[in-house]
């Protein structure tokens, strides 16, 4: 695993050699955390929010599985277990909100997770498998964040729920018996709320397992860095403790500051009101809109209002599926011999405007559909849809990249950390040897 | 690829060795080996993935009794059916005339208002208040509601627009108003379901 000079596990203690040839869990974690896995020196702040989200995900598990104790999965009871969490639970308002706002604060790392291997392309091979693993860790986070949302019986989980299982009805012939198979009857209701209870909490540990070969897969070729160079030796790496393990937990603090601030200041900021309105099936909220961190695709959804060959609906839906599993082709749609966007300098930009159409997706998404930002959520699908199969395979094949550093060591004596090109980088070593 | 068959002499003594050499025989039991846990396993997932369908008590709710005699024409109710809401409109001879005067073929689910509705009691209009959409309630059977640019009912939430017949104008939604199974028990009360 890793590179030749990483540090092997020595255990001194009696105890710690016998449990060593017997299972040796401290050496898989020394292997993987410890001075046993040799990572990249130059390693930015970007490189935090691995670690963070893997932090977010325990924080969401210990405070579900306690919520889980004092809350009623019956369409009766549901609502009211949970204003009892908020009101006689000895700091069960604390444990809620934690969880609440958990689920953001996961998706917030895990966006700028996803967004840290764009730029840097660790999508790229030979680290393809961890892409993939990732984009399926980020569709098993959106079913249990859906799943989750919908446990309060409040209106917008009610209709969140009426909403999301309705995509199903879009398909064709089968579709409503798929739905009502799903839901366990005609509407959401006790049989809904019921097994996405079960659901709920059986996803966080796929996550957690799907997690485990995400980690597995990164220690096969090891961390990318920000120059995007492969590692050419000891020169190159420090051992991950004591030197992020450092790093890290100074992030973690910051994190920390943030998702504190949440919780105690401004608890609601990212919930929605009539969340706190018992579920009624017989009126919709005035807007239905998802939480935020959905809000993008559901703007993807919405934005296909014309029948053509399909009907809008199942368009819809199928755009906002295809927007995600898109992803899964980054690797192969994206050709460029260079990983960091550090020096892909068109690239670069267009990175940079696909964020800029993500945000814009994102407000269409919880703005109401006026004829205006119908249009607006069309442009910005449309641009969305074209980054990926368009534009990223022919600026990769077109783009002439800025010469790289001949090693990372080099880019960080230079003093650029890997963010400028080199004079004494030639065109020869433009692409990473490997 | 030769086999055990061909190249041994009928009645030629069998060593285990030849029973490993032997590929057709092999693949023959292990194929049928998986086939069957294969058939087995999706026997064993049957009675799981059926005990997700709707239960006997959610069947049970399948029928309601809806009273029309305090509806007057212009009004409509909501009621609730299987758990959904049901719209129940007495339609004023302006809308019937209004959906009337729409050629059905024009529509994106063609229908008129005579084939979603009980012969001679055309201005009683019951379909479920289900957005064929995403299955939001639409606007437009309550007091005051909005009813949207044709008149009958609208969803807000994605921009669907019904006319009175309950048919589908614009907007992203597919379907037509569903109109459920039910029948007139007398003048004034209908069962669904």
Redesign the interface.
């Known amino acids: 695993m890793s590179f030749p000079w990483a540090k092997q596990y020595e255990p001194k203690h009696p105890t710690m050699q016998w449990l060593d040839s017997r299972l040796p869990l401290p050496r898989f974690v020394y292997n993987a955390v410890g001075a046993g896995y040799p990572v990249p020196r130059n390693l930015n702040y970007f490189w935090n929010f691995g670690v963070l989200a893997g932090v977010a995900l325990v924080c969401q598990i210990v405070t579900g599985i306690v919520l889980a104790m004092h809350f009623s999965s019956d369409a009766a009871t549901a609502f009211t277990s949970v204003e009892h969490i908020m009101r006689d639970v000895n700091g069960g308002w604390f444990l809620r909100y934690a969880h609440a706002n958990g689920a953001s604060m996961f998706f917030i790392v895990v966006y700028i997770h996803i967004c840290r291997g764009l730029y840097y392309g660790s999508y790229k091979a030979p680290r393809e498998m961890i892409w993939l693993l990732g984009v399926v860790i980020f569709l098993l986070m959106m079913a249990t964040a859906f799943m989750g949302y919908v446990l309060p019986w409040g209106q917008m989980s009610f209709?969140g729920a009426?909403?999301i299982?309705?995509?199903f009805?879009a398909i064709p012939v089968v579709g409503d018996s798929i739905r009502?198979?799903?839901l366990?009857?005609?509407?959401p209701?006790a049989?809904t709320l019921n097994?996405f209870f079960s659901l709920h909490y059986l996803l966080p540990f796929v996550i957690a397992g799907a997690i485990i070969l995400h980690i597995w897969a990164l220690h096969i070729p090891g961390s990318n860095n920000p120059t995007g160079v492969d590692v050419k030796g000891p020169q190159d790496t420090v051992p991950f403790h004591p030197y992020y393990t450092a790093k890290d937990g100074f992030g973690l603090g910051i994190f920390l500051l943030v998702f504190a601030a949440l919780i105690f200041f401004s608890p609601n900021l990212l919930g929605h009101p009539d969340n706190y309105i018992q579920a009624n099936?017989?009126?919709?909220p005035?807007?239905?809109v998802p939480e935020w961190y959905f809000l993008p695709f559901y703007a993807i959804l919405?934005s296909?209002?014309f029948?053509f060959i399909l009907?809008?609906?199942?368009w819809?839906v199928l755009a906002m599926f295809g927007s995600i599993l898109l992803l899964f082709f980054l690797p192969w749609l994206d050709s460029s011999p260079v990983r960091s966007s550090n020096y892909r300098p068109v690239y670069r930009w267009f990175l940079i405007v696909l964020l800029a159409d993500v945000f814009l997706l994102g407000y269409v998404g919880g703005a109401?559909?006026t004829a205006r930002n119908?249009i607006l959520g069309q442009i910005a699908t449309t641009y969305y849809f074209l980054h990926f199969l368009v534009i990223l395979p022919i600026v990769s094949a077109m783009e002439r990249p800025r010469p790289l550093p001949n090693s990372i060591t080099e880019a960080v004596l230079k003093g650029k950390g890997g963010t400028a090109p080199t004079k004494s980088a030639v065109e020869g070593n433009m692409v990473p040897a490997e | 690829m030769a086999t055990a068959d061909t190249t041994l002499p009928a009645g030629a003594p069998h060593s285990a060795d030849d029973v490993v050499a032997d590929p057709r025989r092999r693949d023959y039991m292990q194929i049928g080996a998986v086939a069957f846990a294969g058939i087995g396993a999706g026997v064993i997932a049957l009675p799981l993935i059926n005990s997700m369908n709707p239960s006997a008590d959610v069947l049970a709710l399948s029928s309601t009794q809806v009273d029309l005699s305090a509806i007057q024409p212009g009004q409509s109710i909501k009621a609730e059916f299987r758990k959904q809401p049901l719209f129940v409109r007495n339609l004023t001879p302006a809308e019937i005339a209004a959906a009337g005067a729409v050629p059905a073929d024009s529509l994106r689910d063609p229908q008129t208002l005579e084939e979603r509705t009980k012969a001679g009691k055309t201005n009683w209009l019951v379909t479920l208040g289900v957005c064929t959409h995403l299955g939001c309630v639409p606007l437009g059977a309550g007091e005051g509601e909005n009813k949207g640019p044709f008149g009958g009912y609208f969803c807000p939430c994605h921009g669907s627009a019904y006319d009175t017949a309950g048919r589908i104008r614009s907007g992203p939604a597919p379907l037509n108003l569903a109109v459920p199974e039910y029948e007139f028990t007398s003048d004034t009360a209908i069962t669904v379901g």
């Open positions: 209709w009426q909403v299982t309705g995509f009805s009502i198979w799903l366990g009857g005609y509407a209701d049989a097994r099936p017989l009126s919709t005035a807007h239905i919405k296909f209002t029948d009907t809008a609906k199942l819809g109401e559909a119908v």
